[in-house]
């Protein structure tokens, strides 16, 4: 089997709620060898991998100063690379520190805190990113190691976050 990524790149304008311009990058893995063209599209939510987006805007120093949202909340996964999980190796290692039998990364450390988030709470104290990349994460290892995904759902079930 031979699997190759393919990437889509979106240049997003400003609109009336949002005004900042970006890119929005959409990477998938897909299978060769998979007839099924709907299934590895960039489209699909099967095939998808990996998405960001990645904002311009300006920066501006007053927000240094606001205290308002200093709220406690887990690590979450925002802009790591999880383009490596395609590297079986790679994902064996992360999937092992997830059930805590081989020890972990900053990556799998991350991955130990959000995942509960995620399971238990649907994630709602994540950003729209940290969530959609955390969901992309957990429905890949679902489809593609499912053996692995019921050694973890139960570690994580129920567990709380703080």
Same mark, same amino acid.
């Given at each position: ?15 009336? %709620?949002?005004?900042? =311009?970006?890119?929005?990058? &959409?990477?998938? !893995?897909? @299978?060769?060898? +998979?007839?099924? $063209? *709907? #299934? ?8 998808? %991998?990996?998405?960001? =987006?990645?904002?311009?805007? &300006?920066?501006? !120093?007053? @927000?240094?100063? +606001?205290?308002? $949202? *200093? #709220? ?29 039998? *081989? ?60």
């Amino acid at each position: 089997m031979i699997t190759v990524i393919v990437s889509h790149a979106t240049f997003i304008r400003s609109t009336n %709620f949002d005004d900042r =311009t970006g890119i929005d990058i &959409h990477l998938v !893995k897909r @299978d060769v060898n +998979d007839v099924n $063209d *709907d #299934e590895n599209s960039v489209e699909s939510n099967e095939g998808f %991998f990996y998405g960001i =987006t990645h904002f311009f805007q &300006h920066h501006d !120093k007053k @927000d240094d100063d +606001d205290d308002d $949202d *200093d #709220e406690e909340k887990p690590d979450f996964i925002t802009t790591f690379d999880i383009l490596k999980l395609l590297d079986e190796q790679y994902a064996m290692q992360q999937f092992y520190c997830v059930i805590n039998e *081989d020890p972990c990364d900053e990556v799998g450390i991350r991955l130990k805190a959000t995942i509960p988030e995620e399971i238990n709470r649907n994630c709602e104290r994540c950003t729209s990113t940290e969530s959609s990349n955390i969901r992309r994460i957990l429905n890949y290892v679902k489809k593609h190691y499912p053996q692995f995904w019921k050694r973890v759902e139960p570690i994580y079930k129920n567990k709380s976050t703080a």
